[in-house]
């Protein structure tokens, strides 16, 4: 009898328990959340901006601007908006997630992702996050907050050191293989033949041999040729320009850099005492870094873009090939 009664009680004081904690958790409760109401408490930001990678980034990669901040139960983040720095474009909106309750408080976290369309110093960017207004008491309804800088690397070699951005292309299939050699072997010994022909009418002796800005504008105006048509896709044409422009550039100023990547065969030509001319270097420099977005990056270039940079690269070879006055004071390269 005694140890019924002994379980009996212990059973009872468990039921009281229970109740008790249901009644007075919710009272609890409620007087915290008016506590926070009336010293309306602030927000405060816990980590100020946090970026992923910490470090440098690689160009096309994709950056996380994130930010954790503390509020009362009555408060909440209800809207966030961000704004890049130049060189970086923002994906998406911003996320806004709960992270963590407490005692009388929440956890929010303020997520942007951004990826960089260029290589070199990204300036700060801008995150603005709007809160709820509880009542005419209210503070803090907006939160300014600055993004900072970050740095952006080119992209790396291959394996086996070749430049990513002259690599070889992948393969089309068999058939449309076969077409493709056999219009550009067509369209190629039409061009080398009229190019040839004009050759040995003003150069009599020795054998002809076609001179770099002579090869370059023949292959540029097969590609012209061939997206007109629709024999070569829009993004292939576009990485077999960057092939054309480069090849080119070394051939005509005597470059050795067949493992250079696209950052180091810039700086090469855009020293103070650079080989390129002034006017050409930035439509080079925006042509190469675009190049490496549409090829690793996956950003497709529109018929437009493709368009003005043929233009270019043909402006390009007509502007830094050798002129006669050149030849007879010896400055070509």
């Known amino acids: 009898m005694t140890k019924k009664k002994t379980g009996r009680k212990i059973l009872f004081a468990l039921i009281v328990t229970v109740i008790s904690a249901a009644i007075l958790m919710p009272g609890a409760a409620a007087v915290i959340y008016w506590y926070g109401v009336k010293t309306n408490t602030p927000v405060r930001d816990l980590t100020g901006i946090v970026m992923t990678p910490p470090g440098d980034s690689r160009l096309g990669d994709t950056v996380t601007a994130s930010v954790l901040l503390k509020m009362p139960w009555h408060r909440r983040p209800i809207e966030a908006a961000a704004e890049a720095g130049k060189g970086a474009t923002i994906l998406s909106d911003p996320s806004i997630v709960r992270q963590q309750w407490g005692v009388g408080y929440a956890v929010w976290q303020v997520t942007v992702e951004m990826r960089p369309y260029r290589t070199g110093l990204i300036p700060p960017g801008k995150l603005d996050v709007k809160f709820n207004r509880y009542d005419e008491k209210s503070i803090d309804l907006d939160m300014d907050l600055r993004i900072p800088e970050f740095k952006v690397l080119p992209l790396e070699n291959a394996k086996g050191g070749e430049l990513l951005v002259a690599s070889r292309l992948p393969d089309p299939g068999i058939a449309q293989k076969k077409m493709l050699w056999i219009i550009g072997a067509i369209l190629l010994a039409l061009l080398v033949i009229a190019a040839l022909y004009c050759i040995f009418r003003k150069r009599q002796e020795g054998p002809a041999v076609l001179a770099p800005w002579e090869t370059a504008l023949l292959e540029l105006a097969e590609l012209r040729i061939g997206f007109r048509q629709g024999k070569i896709e829009m993004e292939t044409c576009f990485v077999k320009l960057t092939d054309v422009v480069r090849q080119y550039l070394e051939k005509r100023f005597r470059i050795n850099a067949p493992k250079q990547t696209t950052y180091e065969f810039l700086a090469e030509l855009n020293k103070p005492d650079g080989v390129l001319p002034e006017n050409q270097r930035p439509f080079l420099r925006?042509?190469?870094?675009?190049?490496?977005?549409?090829?690793?990056?996956?950003?497709?270039?529109?018929e437009h873009t493709l368009s003005v940079a043929l233009d270019k690269a043909e402006a390009l070879v007509a502007e830094t090939r050798p002129t006669p006055e050149l030849n007879k004071k010896g400055g070509d390269k």
């Not at 925006?286 to 529109?302: C, G, H, I, R, W």
């Open 286 to 302: 925006e042509f190469m870094t675009a190049a490496d977005l549409v090829k690793f990056a996956k950003l497709p270039p529109d």
